[in-house]
């Protein structure tokens, strides 16, 4: 395994403690937003930040088959990825939704064999993926021993359809010709994506049942950290990421996300962590170990 570097290993726990707690943030959220619409304000705001920086840096505008790229990875990664993980929750249990979610590693790693370096699974990569998903499950069953049989055989679908769109917008970001500036590449995918996810918002209707009034001091709170450390901190060290460190590698992020959440909710909310709940975390560690033995960095 390669020596690390210090920004490698702070850009790792930006994406593995920031989005695990993007978790309870968006639970709080929907206290007050509409879940379209706070997708797509979280993101936009973002996106708008982000090319403000740009803009203040007098960073150059991209080419324009570079700022179709970006576009098109915002949609895949954040309309189709996130948006059809927050309508499927609807309608399929949360813990299948973990579930199939944490089958990102095994899609990035079967696309990048398909379609990116054409670097062939290692032994290691497979028994961590499968050690991964089993930590996974373990940790969305304990919880729940109902509502397993009846769910959306569509809203499965369309999860499965997330997670291979997120996975294949994490490998067009990697060997695609994107924007020399990140903040233009960060900010074009963000805003292209909020900007889809509030037209699926009119399209359900969202705003029809929103009240700005109503909302919350902590879903504010909750928008806030989504938008500052959700998307401009994790969201960016996830793509720079993307880059710089092997793809298997950087998906163990959908393992231990869940870990995260379940000790957040335990530290701040006082849930029950349960014996189940550490050895699915020590498995995940396990499997993390396995699908970063013998991974060389990509040469800059």
């Given at each position: 395994?390669?020596?690390?570097?210090?920004?490698?290993?702070?850009?790792?726990?930006?994406?593995?403690?920031?989005?695990?707690?993007?978790?309870?943030?968006?639970?709080?959220?929907l206290?007050?937003?509409?879940?379209?619409?706070l997708?797509?304000?979280r993101?936009?705001?973002?996106?708008?930040?982000?090319?403000?920086?740009?803009?203040?840096?007098?960073d150059?505008?991209?080419?324009?088959?570079?700022?179709?790229?970006s576009?098109?990875?915002?949609?895949?990664?954040?309309?189709?990825g996130?948006?059809?993980?927050?309508?499927?929750?609807?309608?399929?249990?949360?813990?299948?939704?973990?579930?199939?979610?944490?089958a990102?590693?095994?899609?990035?790693?079967?696309?990048?064999?398909?379609f990116g370096?054409?670097?062939r699974?290692?032994?290691?990569?497979?028994?961590?993926?499968?050690?991964?998903?089993?930590?996974?499950?373990?940790?969305?069953?304990?919880?729940?021993?109902?509502?397993l049989?009846?769910?959306?055989?569509?809203?499965?679908?369309?999860?499965?359809?997330?997670?291979?769109?997120?996975?294949?917008?994490?490998?067009l970001?990697?060997?695609?010709s994107?924007?020399?500036?990140?903040?233009m590449?960060?900010?074009?995918q963000?805003?292209?994506?909020?900007?889809a996810?509030?037209?699926?918002?009119?399209?359900?209707?969202?705003?029809l049942?929103?009240?700005?009034l109503?909302v919350?001091?902590?879903?504010?709170?909750?928008l806030?950290?989504?938008?500052?450390?959700g998307?401009?901190?994790?969201?960016?060290?996830?793509i720079?990421?993307?880059?710089?460190?092997?793809?298997?590698?950087?998906?163990?992020?959908?393992?231990?996300?869940?870990v995260?959440?379940?000790?957040?909710?335990?530290?701040?909310?006082?849930?029950?962590?349960?014996?189940?709940?550490?050895?699915?975390?020590?498995?995940?560690?396990?499997?993390?170990?396995f699908?970063?033995?013998?991974?060389k960095r990509?040469?800059?």
């Open positions: 395994m390669h020596k690390l570097s210090l920004r490698v290993i702070l850009a790792f726990l930006a994406v593995y403690v920031f989005w695990g707690g993007t978790y309870v943030a968006i639970k709080l959220g206290e007050s937003f509409p879940p379209m619409l997708a797509g304000t993101h936009l705001t973002a996106g708008i930040i982000m090319l403000s920086i740009a803009l203040v840096r007098k150059v505008f991209p080419k324009r088959s570079e700022f179709m790229m576009a098109l990875i915002g949609l895949m990664m954040l309309l189709i996130n948006g059809l993980v927050t309508l499927t929750e609807e309608t399929v249990p949360s813990s299948i939704v973990s579930l199939l979610i944490g990102v590693p095994l899609w990035i790693i079967l696309l990048n064999w398909g370096d054409k670097k699974p290692t032994l290691f990569h497979m028994i961590g993926v499968i050690l991964g998903m089993i930590g996974i499950a373990l940790l969305v069953f304990q919880s729940q021993q109902d509502g049989t009846q769910f959306d055989p569509l809203g499965i679908f369309l999860i499965l359809c997330a997670a291979i769109s997120w996975a294949g917008g994490s490998l970001s990697r060997y695609a994107l924007p020399k500036s990140p903040y590449n960060l900010s074009i963000m805003i292209t994506g909020g900007l996810l509030y037209i699926s918002a009119s399209v359900r209707n969202e705003w049942r929103f009240d700005i109503e919350s001091t902590q879903a504010w709170w909750s806030g950290y989504l938008i500052l450390f998307s401009i901190v994790a969201y960016s060290a996830y720079w990421l993307l880059k710089h460190v092997d793809p298997a590698w950087v998906s163990t992020y959908a393992f231990v996300n869940p995260v959440a379940v000790f957040l909710g335990w530290l701040l909310a006082k849930e029950n962590l349960s014996l189940n709940a550490l050895f699915a975390a020590a498995l995940i560690v396990i499997s993390i170990i699908m970063t033995l013998n991974i990509r040469q800059d």
